[in-house]
DNA sequence: GTTGCGTCCTGGACGC
DNA sequence: TGCGTCCAGGACGCAA
């Protein structure tokens, strides 16, 4: 299920391989969520950026391919040669060159746009995100103030992208496990949200650093797994031990998401 | 405006 | 072995 790292993985690897492509020609899925992608013929590819876990494919024509990866998106760039029939393939862009970037999405909760660069209003979470956790907009003053606006549950209000951008399910438990903060808390002190806002940091710097978490779905673009699933203290571990203090992890459902955190360690 | 829940979507795990 | 049920979760729509 990509988020930050996946995401930013995925564009550091995509980049090289479609900047100066031109479409020529594009086909999608009959979904409304997918059929924008024929909108970006005729574009070439000049650049490629990232917003919270959207991907955002600039075009020579003052236009952006906007693609939200879902839970599990995937893309790679065929070969010329290539004669693939995968069943899962929602969208792909044929080049002038004669490869491919092909969107990979089984259960197609993923999306595709072409926009005006910059012009988000439209796409109300993109428009709606917080501050880039891994830049300089996103500090600790301002994280503690955007959850003091708001009585859901912290973990809730990390999951909507509005106090920073990125965060899903994985990151979401294992900063708050970091910070010792309880998931379903529904206020912060400011040493917690200071406490929130570097582990934050270290959990998504980490996953880029690794080259995103594979748990069922997510691959880079050359097909390969990421590596952060090997470092995960807490998401997933419902049961074992917590490697601080070693009570056994617990697993609850908030919000209808499923949330792992120690009971010693993260106290109400 | 905010909050919480249902829905979309499908492969895999699990129980019978 | 085969079938039915449940679970996973990001974003969005809707009702309260």
Same mark, same amino acid.
């Given at each position: 299920?990509?988020?930050?790292?996946?995401?930013?993985?995925?564009?550091?690897?995509?980049?090289?391989?479609? =900047?100066?492509?031109?479409?020529?020609?594009?086909?999608?899925?009959?979904?409304?969520?997918?059929?924008?992608?024929?909108?970006?013929?005729?574009?070439?590819?000049?650049?490629?950026?990232?917003?919270?876990?959207?991907?955002?494919?600039?075009?020579?024509?003052?236009?952006? /391919? =906007?693609?939200? /990866?879902?839970?599990?998106?995937?893309?790679?760039?065929?070969?010329?040669?290539?004669?693939?029939?995968?069943?899962?393939?929602?969208?792909?862009?044929?080049?002038?060159?004669?490869?491919?970037?092909?969107?990979?999405?089984?259960?197609?909760?993923?999306?595709?746009?072409?926009?005006?660069?910059?012009?988000?209003?439209?796409?109300?979470? /993109?428009?709606?995100?917080?501050?880039?956790?891994?830049?300089?907009?996103?500090?600790?003053?301002?994280?503690?103030?955007?959850?003091?606006?708001?009585?859901?549950?912290?973990?809730?209000?990390?999951?909507?992208?509005?106090?920073?951008?990125?965060?899903?399910?994985?990151?979401?438990?294992?900063?708050?496990?970091?910070?010792?903060?309880?998931?379903?808390?529904?206020?912060?002190?400011?040493?917690?949200?200071?406490?929130?806002?570097?582990?934050?940091?270290?959990? /998504?710097?980490?996953?880029?650093?690794?080259?995103?978490?594979?748990?069922?779905?997510?691959?880079?673009?050359?097909?390969?797994?990421?590596?952060?699933?090997?470092?995960?203290?807490?998401?997933?571990?419902?049961?074992?031990?917590?490697?601080?203090?070693?009570?056994?992890?617990?697993?609850?459902?908030?919000?209808?998401?499923?949330?792992?955190?120690?009971?010693?360690?993260?106290?109400?």
């Amino acid at each position: 299920m990509p988020e930050l790292p996946e995401v930013e993985t995925i564009r550091r690897e995509l980049e090289p391989q479609i =900047v100066g492509a031109t479409i020529v020609d594009a086909t999608s899925h009959e979904s409304a969520k997918f059929r924008p992608a024929r909108d970006a013929v005729g574009g070439r590819f000049t650049a490629s950026t990232r917003r919270g876990k959207y991907l955002l494919l600039g075009l020579h024509d003052d236009r952006e /391919l =906007v693609i939200h /990866l879902g839970m599990t998106g995937q893309l790679h760039v065929d070969p010329p040669t290539s004669s693939s029939t995968d069943p899962y393939t929602r969208a792909s862009w044929h080049f002038d060159d004669g490869r491919t970037l092909v969107f990979r999405d089984v259960r197609r909760f993923g999306r595709i746009r072409v926009v005006p660069t910059g012009e988000h209003a439209d796409i109300t979470t /993109l428009a709606a995100l917080g501050p880039e956790p891994l830049g300089p907009d996103f500090t600790a003053e301002g994280l503690w103030q955007a959850m003091r606006g708001s009585k859901r549950r912290v973990k809730t209000q990390l999951l909507s992208q509005r106090p920073v951008a990125g965060v899903g399910n994985i990151y979401a438990d294992e900063a708050l496990w970091r910070a010792r903060v309880y998931p379903a808390a529904r206020t912060l002190t400011r040493s917690q949200a200071e406490r929130l806002h570097r582990t934050i940091i270290e959990v /998504l710097q980490a996953g880029v650093d690794n080259g995103g978490t594979t748990l069922r779905d997510y691959r880079t673009v050359a097909g390969d797994e990421g590596s952060n699933q090997h470092y995960l203290d807490c998401y997933g571990r419902a049961g074992e031990p917590c490697p601080r203090c070693a009570t056994a992890l617990r697993s609850q459902v908030w919000d209808a998401r499923t949330t792992t955190f120690c009971p010693r360690c993260q106290p109400r």
